[in-house]
Every structure is written in structure tokens, then in C-alpha cells.
């Protein structure tokens, strides 16, 4: 069985060189574990802050470990009285083609509520990180105008549909026309902006926010961001979840700028993490597959075949080659 190792910390953009995919023996599990065949793995921004060697909120990844991934997956062999053979199970393994888990550490996925690899996008970590994000932080009320960055991306998507269901007026910025296309035509954006084709971001965000800004669910830092902090409006919320656009930066700033804006606003800005909504995890996931069955909430996935292509999927996220959930399709059931 395969998987895929850190070979080496990139500086900057992540390439093929840092990673290193290696044959090893299928693992056996011991009492209270499975070995789970990977259906789907996951790939995420996040993982680029476990490939450095610096204080993150998530640990960094050793040189020449293999590195862990969200992963859906079929239970092969059981020592675990939690699960039996065949069933679907999803949790936080591996970029392996087989792992052991322990059976507390996995979830079971009902294969007959939807497709399993839901389980790892929009019924999984980033819907819950869209539904808390922008319903705990973003805190939107009907007739507010939210603004979310990376729009048409995993979490994005689903931020902007709940901002739509809750009343407000919404805005997105993604990087291509097709995206934009996606957000307007299918998932009820009121404007989008293809920020790769704009010469002038913050005259196009002020067009898009003839109102102003009341929330911003920030995904990407860098320029998009300093386009929306212009149009914050009086007691707005901005809800802090990536910064994708400084992942690869060599020189971060270590400070934001122009914080006059929020005397003159009394806005609030706060970053979160999904891990502090563990224990509203179930409550997110009721009402997001509620939303999908009622027809009220879409979800794409963009799934690239085949296991050694787990590192170009990886590294398209920084591309934007994604609309939706950027996924690996691994093996079959
Ligand atoms: P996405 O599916 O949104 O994929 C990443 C997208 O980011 C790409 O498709 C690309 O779309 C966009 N992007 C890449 N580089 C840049 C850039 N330089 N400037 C602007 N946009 C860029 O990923 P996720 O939905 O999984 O994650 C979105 C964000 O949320 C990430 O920043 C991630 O780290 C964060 N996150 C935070 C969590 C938390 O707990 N706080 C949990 C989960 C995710 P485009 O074509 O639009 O450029």
C-alpha cells in the first residue's frame, strides 16, 4: 500500500519536490482499531501551515512522516467492536491508500443519505467551518450585505448560500469567469467579482456594495481584504477564517494596517477555527443536509482520480483550479 510523505519543507510555493510517495506494508489493526481503505481523501489550504516549521494552530508535519488528511473510507479489517467490515467511516488519517485508526477517532458515514465523499466538504469540516463561521461570527441580519472571499471555494460556496438564506444581500470574489458565472446564475450571489480580472478591486467592491459592508467572511487576506476594509459599515462584522493569498509569502507582515477603520466603524474582527465547534458539529450537519434535501443549498466537488495525483491536488488549491471541494478519489467501494 502507498503513501504520500513530507520529503522537504518548501519555501514559498509548494512543489512536487517536498513530496515523496513510498510502498510500505498494509498496517494491522491492534484491540480498538480498523484498517480503513481510503474511498476519498482530502486535500485543504490548512495543510500548507503543516508543512512549515513554525507556530500554527495546527502541528507541523516531520520531514519523511507520512502527513494526515480528512479521509473517507471503507472499514477492511475490524478489531474494534464500533465497526464491521464495510462499513463507511470518515475521520482524520492519512494521505495513505490504507491506515489504522482508532475506532473513537472515526465517525460512521451513512452511505444511504448522499454521496460519502459529502462527508469530507459540504456535510463535513468546511460546511461546519461556513455554517459557525458566518452564523456564530459573521452574526448576518436579513438586509445586511456580506461579502465572502474565495467564494466559489468549498467553504465560500456554502458561506454565501446561508448568507442568502438568511436574508442578506451577497457579494463574492473568485478567480475566474466561470466561477463568477457558478456563484450568480446557480447559487443566488446578487454580484460576484473575477478579482483576476480587475485592474481596480476597490472600485469594483464599491460598485458591487452600493451599501456598504456588513459582514465579511474573509478567506484569503492580501489585497481582496484590503479592497472590503474600505467599505466596512458602522458596527460590521468581519469573520477571519484563511488567509490563503499569504500561505506561500516568504515575508508576512506581522501587523495589520489602517485600524483607524475600526474606530471609525466600532466594526469587530474576529478569526475563529472550526475545531472550537466540536460540540455544535452535529447541529451544523443536521441543518446543512436539511438545506441539500430541500433543494435551498448546492454543493460541487472537484474530484481528481487516482492517489499519486494527491499532490497536484493539493497544490491546485493555490491555483484556484478547484470549484467547490477539492477532492481525491482514491478507490472504489
Ligand atoms: P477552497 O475550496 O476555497 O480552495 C482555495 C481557494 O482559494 C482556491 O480555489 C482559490 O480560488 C483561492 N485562492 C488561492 N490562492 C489565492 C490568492 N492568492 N488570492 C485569493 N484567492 C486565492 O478552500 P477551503 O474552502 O477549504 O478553504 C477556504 C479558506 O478557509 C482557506 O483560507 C482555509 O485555510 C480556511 N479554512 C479555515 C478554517 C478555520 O477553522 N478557520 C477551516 C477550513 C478552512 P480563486 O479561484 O477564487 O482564486
Redesign the pocket.
Known amino acids: 500500500t502507498r503513501q504520500w510523505r513530507l520529503a522537504s519543507r518548501p519555501v514559498g510555493e509548494p512543489t512536487m519536490e517536498n513530496f515523496e510517495l513510498v510502498t510500505v506494508d498494509r498496517p494491522e489493526p491492534d484491540d480498538g482499531e480498523v484498517l480503513v481503505k481510503t474511498l476519498y481523501q482530502s486535500v485543504?489550504?490548512?495543510m500548507r501551515g503543516r508543512m512549515r516549521d513554525a507556530e500554527s494552530y495546527a502541528e507541523p508535519w516531520d520531514v519523511g512522516e507520512p502527513m494526515q488528511a480528512g479521509v473517507v473510507g471503507e472499514v477492511v479489517e475490524s478489531a474494534a467492536d464500533a465497526f464491521d467490515e464495510g462499513d463507511v467511516v470518515t475521520g482524520n488519517l492519512l494521505w495513505a491508500e490504507h491506515a489504522v485508526a482508532d475506532a473513537d477517532e472515526l465517525r460512521a458515514v451513512d452511505p444511504d443519505l448522499g454521496p460519502v465523499s459529502t462527508a469530507l466538504g459540504v456535510l463535513g469540516?468546511?460546511g461546519v467551518?461556513a455554517y459557525w463561521?458566518l452564523l456564530d461570527v459573521g452574526d448576518p441580519k436579513p438586509g445586511d450585505t456580506v461579502v465572502v472571499?474565495?467564494a466559489?471555494?468549498?467553504?465560500?460556496s456554502v458561506v454565501g448560500q446561508l448568507a442568502r438564506l438568511n436574508g442578506a444581500r451577497v457579494v463574492g470574489?473568485?478567480?475566474?469567469d466561470e466561477?463568477v458565472a457558478w456563484l450568480t446564475d446557480d447559487l443566488g450571489f446578487d454580484a460576484a467579482i473575477n478579482?483576476k480580472e480587475t485592474d481596480d478591486l476597490a472600485d469594483a467592491m464599491a460598485e458591487a456594495c452600493p451599501d456598504g459592508v456588513d459582514v465579511y467572511f474573509d478567506?484569503?487576506g492580501?489585497p481582496?481584504t484590503d479592497a472590503v476594509w474600505q467599505l466596512l459599515n458602522e458596527r460590521s462584522r468581519v469573520a477571519v477564517?484563511?488567509?490563503?493569498?499569504l500561505y506561500n509569502e516568504t515575508e508576512v507582515p506581522t501587523g495589520p494596517r489602517k485600524l483607524a477603520k475600526l474606530i471609525e466603524t466600532r466594526a469587530k474582527v474576529e478569526g475563529?477555527?472550526?475545531?472550537d465547534y466540536q460540540d455544535r458539529w452535529g447541529e451544523a450537519l443536521k441543518r446543512l443536509s436539511r438545506f441539500i434535501r430541500e433543494d435551498e443549498l448546492q454543493y460541487r466537488e472537484n474530484v481528481v482520480e487516482g492517489f499519486e495525483n494527491a499532490p497536484d491536488a493539493f497544490l491546485g488549491?493555490?491555483e484556484?483550479e478547484?470549484i467547490g471541494?477539492?477532492l481525491v478519489k482514491v478507490a472504489e467501494r
Open positions: 485543504d489550504p490548512y469540516m468546511p467551518t463561521g472571499s474565495a466559489a471555494g468549498a467553504v465560500g470574489t473568485a478567480g475566474s466561477k478579482y478567506n484569503v492580501g481582496i477564517c484563511g488567509q490563503i493569498a475563529f477555527l472550526v475545531g488549491l493555490f484556484g478547484n471541494k477539492q
